[in-house]
């Protein structure tokens, strides 16, 4: 029986293969995988208990949205692929979705051209993580920008096309009472959809 231990820092996904290796190319292979357990990292005392956990991080998905639109949608009853074909669970996870049209299809309209979703942190909270990954909804040559704000100034944005691999984020949230992440709508015709998948995403005390 072999015992590993293997430090999982910093992994969005973690994916076990049992691989065949054989001379002629024949016959099974059967592995037990027993007793696998996954460990959170430590807090600053150098202990981790389910108590700390709960009340030191929590997910965006169950803090409550005080202002939200229509195109962004949490994801909590299957997993979503990006466009690499990396998989992402739903436990915490959200897709935002913006739509564009030409100026003469909408009349300059333009309320579909952004998503956003805001969170009242009330200064509570020193660190935002997550992973923004474009999803493989997204066809379209379209690009968009992911922008996150605190008390209405800008923190970070990230430029989104098909070809954007995903992108881990760890921003500081020290003293910001009001958080915005926006998804904007980018294109030389205005034309198609942007589909992004923000994943455990999470605001730390």
């Known amino acids: 029986?072999?015992?590993?231990?293997?430090?999982?820092?910093?992994?969005?996904?973690?994916?076990?293969?049992?691989?065949?290796?054989?001379?002629?190319?024949?016959?099974?292979?059967?592995?037990?995988?027993?007793?696998?357990?996954?460990?959170?990292?430590?807090?600053?005392?150098?202990?981790?208990?389910?108590?700390?956990?709960?009340?030191?991080?929590?997910?965006?998905?169950?803090?409550?949205?005080?202002?939200?639109?229509?195109?962004?949608?949490?994801?909590?009853?299957?997993?979503?692929?990006?466009?690499?074909?990396?998989?992402?669970?739903?436990?915490?996870?959200?897709?935002?979705?913006?739509?564009?049209?030409?100026?003469w299809g909408n009349h300059g309209y333009e309320e579909d051209r952004s998503a956003f979703t805001e969170y009242h942190l009330g200064g509570e909270y020193t660190r935002l993580t997550g992973t923004i990954a474009v999803s493989d909804k997204m066809v379209d040559d379209t690009s968009g920008k992911i922008v996150i704000l605190g008390d209405d100034t800008e923190i970070a944005q990230y430029d989104i096309t098909k070809k954007t691999e995903p992108i881990s984020v760890d921003l500081d949230l020290t003293g910001v009472a009001w958080l915005r992440i926006e998804l904007r709508f980018y294109s030389d015709d205005g034309n198609g959809h942007v589909y992004v998948l923000l994943s455990d995403f999470e605001a730390h005390k």
Do not use: C, Q
């Open 1 to 103: 029986p072999i015992e590993f231990e293997i430090d999982l820092k910093g992994v969005d996904v973690l994916k076990i293969n049992l691989v065949f290796r054989a001379a002629d190319g024949t016959g099974d292979v059967y592995v037990l995988l027993a007793d696998g357990i996954l460990t959170k990292s430590a807090g600053s005392s150098g202990v981790s208990t389910d108590e700390d956990e709960k009340t030191s991080v929590t997910a965006l998905t169950d803090m409550k949205m005080t202002n939200v639109n229509d195109h962004v949608e949490v994801i909590d009853d299957h997993t979503r692929n990006d466009i690499f074909g990396n998989i992402y669970a739903p436990a915490n996870l959200m897709e935002f979705e913006t739509y564009g049209e030409s100026v």
